[in-house]
């Protein structure tokens, strides 16, 4: 199982971006997948997900109206578009997917089994 996180960059704030985590190896439509993020010296931190069954979305109160998380399943993709962005969005942003993680954990990323390598957004002020 692979996840291939991309999109990530330096922008300015108020600026979009959108990042992509493609996943291979997997029947990925029975995966949920999840965003997080972690920067030096930071604790990880839930971002958004995305549930296979019915699509269900959750995100961390710091990126609600801000950020959408989708999912293409053709593509095996799933896609966190961030606008808006602010200089306290700079960090590493890392994809995870895990086909059997229940309602409670799905914010909890030590309960997800696979992780993508992080892709770095820089927000500058």
């Known amino acids: 199982v692979q996840l291939q996180a991309s999109g990530g960059g330096l922008v300015q704030a108020g600026d979009y971006l959108r990042l992509s985590c493609v996943a291979s190896g997997l029947t990925f439509r029975s995966y949920t997948v999840g965003w997080f993020r972690q920067g030096p010296g930071k604790e990880r931190e839930f971002v958004a997900v995305?549930?296979?069954?019915?699509?269900?979305?959750y995100y961390a109160d710091s990126v609600k109206g801000r950020f959408t998380i989708s999912r293409d399943n053709a593509k095996s993709t799933v896609y966190l578009q961030m606008n808006s962005l602010k200089p306290e969005d700079t960090d590493v942003y890392y994809c995870a997917a895990d086909s059997r993680i229940i309602l409670s954990a799905l914010t909890m990323g030590s309960q997800y089994d696979y992780w993508g390598q992080g892709t770095l957004v820089t927000v500058s002020s």
């Open positions: 995305i549930r296979s069954s019915g699509g269900a979305r």
